[in-house]
């Protein structure tokens, strides 16, 4: 797919490309976010998302203003970051290319789930560590919404795995 189509696909502009361009010059961790709504879990690759405080532990994930786990998270209040080794690539694109909206993800990918102890959200059973946390602070910026989640429970289940970087080569 050339440039042009791959912008127009996306909805951005040359403006926005070049942000982008200048934006991933340096690789960000992707992690899996989880939520429930109603007994559905969901989950989501992102790569927006960054510790804000160590007392009290905060976390924050950002994530596209109007997509179905934005809603979720804003109706529930709570989520979960699960981070993730490279071994899961497949499953982290096949998760990313769908809406939790329509399709059960977690059966889509094959990914194991187990209850978490602070939050309905569930956990990676695949995650080398996960963050359960309640959020206390919504902020909409331009089409984005930045979560800030309070950690409730912390856990590193394994030990350092190859991570997933999410690189963008235009």
């Known amino acids: 797919m050339n440039f042009k189509k791959l912008l127009k696909r996306l909805r951005f502009n040359f403006t926005t490309a070049e942000y982008m361009r200048v934006a991933y010059l340096s690789p960000r961790k992707v992690v899996m976010v989880t939520t429930r709504l109603k007994d559905k879990d969901n989950v989501l690759p992102i790569d927006w998302h960054m510790p804000v405080s160590f007392e009290p532990k905060l976390y924050a994930v950002c994530l596209e203003r109007n997509n ?3 809603k979720t998270i804003r109706l529930t209040g709570e989520f979960v970051v699960n981070f ?3 071994e899961l690539e497949d499953k982290i694109l096949l998760c990313g290319r769908s809406s939790g909206k329509d399709i059960d993800k ?4 094959d990914l194991g789930r187990q209850a978490a102890s602070q939050v309905k959200a569930a956990i990676l059973t695949e995650a080398s560590g996960y963050l359960e946390c309640k959020v206390i602070e919504v902020r909409e910026w331009g089409d984005h919404t930045v979560f800030v989640g309070k950690v409730l429970r912390e856990e590193l289940l394994k030990g350092q795995t190859p991570e997933l970087y999410h690189v963008t080569k235009f």
């Open 68 to 70: 179905h786990s934005a």
């Open 106 to 109: 977690f059966d889509l990918s």
């Open 84 to 86: 993730v080794g490279a």
